[in-house]
């Protein structure tokens, strides 16, 4: 199940910050990890640059704990309490949390841009008691919805293509995370369409004597040319198929299909030019 995350240092229950919390709250270090995750998880969520209109009792009801606690947090430089301004903020958040609020600003800005130019594209009124515009929940639906312009979920996207990788003829990928490029080629129309059907053609690359990996599929442009039989004969020989005028492996529409053709175009160019 797909949600949103922040990374864990495994050392965290070591670090000096933290025995000293524990230390001076009395709490055990469970206690003290659970509380600080939740602060972290939050800000995570709901602050653009760690900085928060939060006062300390606001901080208590929202993420636990007690008002001593969050006073120990900041007197260990893990959190900043402005009391005259009413705010809290975590210190180091770009490094931190900066990755997190970079992928929900991105998404934003493409849903944005999808509105502007789809002026006439209206969102259905939701009917009583349906979620709330900033639910997860709803906002995943909404994302599934839009097939104009796809925006996969990357958790969801991931979790489905590994499987699919890893049940055909391809050099398993165990990680739970994706390799360098997954990101790149996601962002790109349409290719997890195409490369999902590629999958199913890696068999047939007599190209490469061992399994192709992961890492090497990612590369731009190489689902496409595993599904156009690029690499289909062995090193060597000339390939039984031209990519150049494969037929499209699935027919896409609107600008889905104008980004699936250029890509296609410029592919075809560099091979020609080899």
Same mark, same amino acid.
């Given at each position: 199940?797909?949600?949103?995350?922040?990374?864990?240092?495994?050392?965290?229950?070591?670090?000096?910050?933290?025995?000293?919390?524990?230390?001076?709250?009395?709490?055990?270090?469970?206690?003290?990890?659970?509380?600080?995750?939740?602060?972290?998880?939050?800000?995570?969520?709901?602050?653009?640059?760690?900085?928060?209109?939060?006062?300390?009792?606001?901080?208590?009801?929202?993420?636990?704990?007690?008002?001593?606690?969050?006073?120990?947090?900041?007197?260990?430089?893990?959190?900043?309490?402005?009391?005259?301004?009413?705010?809290?903020?975590?210190?180091?958040?770009?490094?931190?949390?900066?990755?997190?609020?970079?992928?929900?600003?991105?998404?934003?800005?493409?849903?944005?841009?999808?509105?502007?130019?789809?002026?006439?594209?209206?969102? *259905?009124? $939701?009917? !009583? %008691?349906? #979620?709330?515009?900033?639910? =997860? +929940?709803?906002?995943?639906?909404? &994302?599934?919805?839009?097939?104009?312009?796809?925006?996969?979920?990357?958790?969801?996207?991931?979790?489905?293509?590994?499987?699919?990788?890893?049940?055909?003829?391809?050099?398993?990928?165990?990680?739970?995370?994706?390799?360098?490029?997954?990101?790149?080629?996601?962002?790109?129309?349409?290719?997890?369409?195409?490369?999902?059907?590629?999958?199913?053609?890696?068999?047939?690359?007599?190209?490469?004597?061992?399994?192709?990996?992961?890492?090497?599929?990612?590369?731009?442009?190489?689902?496409?040319?595993?599904?156009?039989?690029?690499?289909?004969?062995? *090193?060597? $020989?000339? !390939? %039984?198929? #031209?990519?150049?005028?494969? =037929? +499209?492996?699935?027919?896409?529409? &609107?600008?889905?299909?104008?980004?699936?053709?250029?890509?296609?175009?410029?592919?075809?160019?560099?091979?020609?030019?080899?």
């Amino acid at each position: 199940m797909a949600g949103e995350w922040i990374a864990y240092d495994l050392a965290l229950p070591d670090k000096p910050e933290v025995q000293e919390l524990i230390d001076t709250t009395g709490l055990p270090v469970q206690d003290v990890v659970f509380n600080l995750l939740n602060l972290w998880g939050w800000a995570s969520m709901h602050c653009a640059d760690g900085t928060a209109r939060m006062t300390i009792t606001r901080l208590v009801r929202t993420c636990g704990a007690t008002e001593d606690f969050w006073n120990a947090v900041a007197s260990v430089g893990w959190l900043e309490i402005d009391q005259t301004a009413a705010t809290v903020a975590v210190p180091g958040w770009d490094r931190r949390f900066s990755q997190a609020a970079k992928s929900r600003a991105q998404h934003a800005d493409r849903s944005r841009d999808h509105e502007e130019r789809n002026p006439g594209r209206k969102r *259905r009124p $939701e009917p !009583s %008691g349906a #979620d709330a515009p900033d639910d =997860p +929940a709803h906002e995943r639906r909404r &994302g599934d919805e839009i097939r104009g312009e796809v925006h996969h979920h990357p958790r969801e996207a991931w979790e489905k293509f590994q499987r699919a990788w890893n049940a055909g003829k391809g050099r398993k990928w165990t990680p739970a995370t994706p390799p360098d490029g997954w990101e790149d080629r996601l962002a790109e129309p349409g290719w997890l369409e195409v490369a999902s059907e590629a999958i199913g053609r890696i068999g047939e690359c007599r190209y490469f004597k061992t399994p192709m990996t992961l890492i090497q599929f990612v590369k731009p442009g190489w689902a496409h040319k595993v599904l156009g039989g690029s690499f289909d004969s062995p *090193r060597g $020989e000339q !390939s %039984g198929r #031209d990519f150049a005028n494969a =037929p +499209a492996p699935k027919p896409f529409t &609107g600008e889905d299909a104008e980004a699936f053709e250029r890509t296609r175009r410029k592919l075809a160019a560099a091979k020609e030019g080899l």
